[in-house]
């Protein structure tokens, strides 16, 4: 079977090396892939943010099973034609999506299904914004409606600054198009979890939890990023919390798609808050996870593409992983001055050697290869990502692959899975 990986990060290089893994997978292609993944998959170069170009791509290689990695192709629409044509495709149509492409239209879906979310008020004006105010306490959350990659959601500390972060992003000076409308949302205490299942569009097949941090300094400091590090491990849900979680939050979700006519097929993404009220919903992600991706994978011991299959052919079964019983880290690291303005082009040293070392893989994200010599292309440039028996092993075994791997200006967090180690 020929697949096509449709995206270029750390996420569609743990995709890929997985399925490399399949015997049903005989010939695989990233569009447009990073240097790492070249390695993997046979690169062609597309715009992903281009219909007509992903189009003429699938024309080109007709592709018996397509996987999209970023959320941008699958808001335009890229499983209705890709469909359309009869190309297998995994992911939800441009209609399902709207669950990550309009947070208005999640929020209102999650009331409507009595799926557990903070409280929340969609605002057209200024106006609104102040009068929905006196109805929250502070800290408060300001949240852009549409697609903001990540710099959409701002954690307000008073009422004065709602109101002028709530009058950038509608004035649409701060994100464009993507803050016509803002949501004030109560701010949720607790634990995030990053909760995956697979859907048929009727059933649904959790995987294994993670943890993602996104904030790019120790200690959870400094602003957003598009993500430093992940981890998973069996501790972190237990069997009673995954179920409950199928049974109150993803199964939910999936039905009340089917009942109003817009069947969810593909990966959904539940971006959790476990608060003391219990689990609530923070949004949700119409795909894979990045880096969350990254450990998920490694624990992963079942055949990615056949679970992917069975979502398209409509025969997912809770039963459909099998799972390592070891923990995972994944941590990031990233060009000097990410996730402000960056220089690429910088040397990377060490990878030959650290590809050697026993349950390390380094994932490739902001990678290019000239001359059989790798360089940073990103931001994000690698997703040093170990597995082992417990999670403190995990952690000491990737910082000592992170201690070889070197390029100039490399940062990453220091305190990745942490919290678990201490625990
Ligand atoms: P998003 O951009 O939608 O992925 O949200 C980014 C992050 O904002 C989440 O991962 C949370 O850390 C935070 N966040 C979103 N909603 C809330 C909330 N209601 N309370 C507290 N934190 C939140
Ligand atoms: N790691 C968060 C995301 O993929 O959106």
Redesign the pocket.
């Known amino acids: 079977m020929k697949v096509l990986i449709i995206g270029s990060g750390g996420r569609e290089h743990a995709l890929a090396w997985k399925l490399r893994q399949s015997s049903r997978v005989t010939k695989l292609y990233c569009a447009p892939g990073n240097g790492g993944l070249a390695e993997e998959a046979e690169c062609l170069p597309v715009d992903v943010k281009n219909l007509d170009s992903l189009l003429a791509l699938g024309n080109s290689i007709r592709p018996d099973l397509t996987v999209v990695g970023p959320e941008l192709p699958l808001t335009l629409g890229v499983v209705d034609e890709f469909s359309r044509r009869g190309w297998r495709i995994f992911g939800p149509t441009k209609a399902a999506a709207r669950l990550e492409s309009s947070?208005s239209f999640a929020k209102a879906f999650l009331q409507r299904h009595y799926i557990p979310t903070?409280h929340y008020a969609v605002c057209n004006s200024v106006d609104d914004v102040q009068k929905a105010l006196s109805h929250f306490h502070t800290p408060v959350?300001v949240?852009a409606d549409g697609l903001?990659a990540?710099k959409?959601?701002v954690?307000a500390r008073n009422r004065e600054e709602a109101t002028s972060v709530s009058a950038d992003m509608l004035s649409g000076k701060m994100l464009g198009e993507a803050g016509s409308k803002v949501i004030i949302?109560?701010?949720?205490?607790g634990e995030?979890i990053s909760f995956l299942v697979i859907s048929d569009g009727e059933r649904v097949a959790p995987l294994v939890a993670a943890q993602?941090y996104?904030r790019v300094g120790d200690g959870d400091t400094g602003p957003?990023t598009g993500g430093m590090g992940a981890y998973s491990t069996k501790t972190m849900l237990d069997d009673q919390m995954r179920d409950w979680l199928v049974h109150h939050i993803a199964q939910p979700v999936i039905s009340g798609m089917k009942a109003e006519g817009t069947d969810y097929k593909g990966v959904l993404y539940c971006?959790l808050?476990m608060t003391a009220r219990g689990p609530m919903v923070?949004?949700f992600n119409c795909r894979f996870g990045d880096p969350e991706t990254q450990p998920i994978m490694m624990r992963l011991e079942s055949d990615l593409a056949e679970a992917l299959e069975a979502s398209i052919e409509g025969r997912v079964s809770d039963g459909e992983f099998r799972w390592s019983s070891d923990a995972s880290v994944c941590v990031v690291m990233c060009s000097g001055g990410y996730p402000g303005t960056f220089e690429a082009g910088k040397k990377i040293l060490g990878l030959a050697e650290t590809a050697k070392s026993e349950g390390i893989k380094v994932f490739h994200a902001g990678t290019a290869k000239h001359d059989g010599t790798y360089f940073t292309s990103g931001g994000r440039v690698l997703g040093v990502t170990a597995k082992a028996a417990d999670i403190s092993t995990a952690v000491q075994h990737v910082y000592d692959a992170i201690a070889r791997i070197g390029f100039e200006g490399a940062h990453y967090r220091n305190d990745i899975a942490a919290r678990a180690v201490k625990k």
Do not use: F
């Open positions: 947070k903070a959350v949240k903001a990540g959409g959601v954690i949302e109560e701010c949720l205490k995030e993602d996104k957003n971006g808050m923070l949004e």
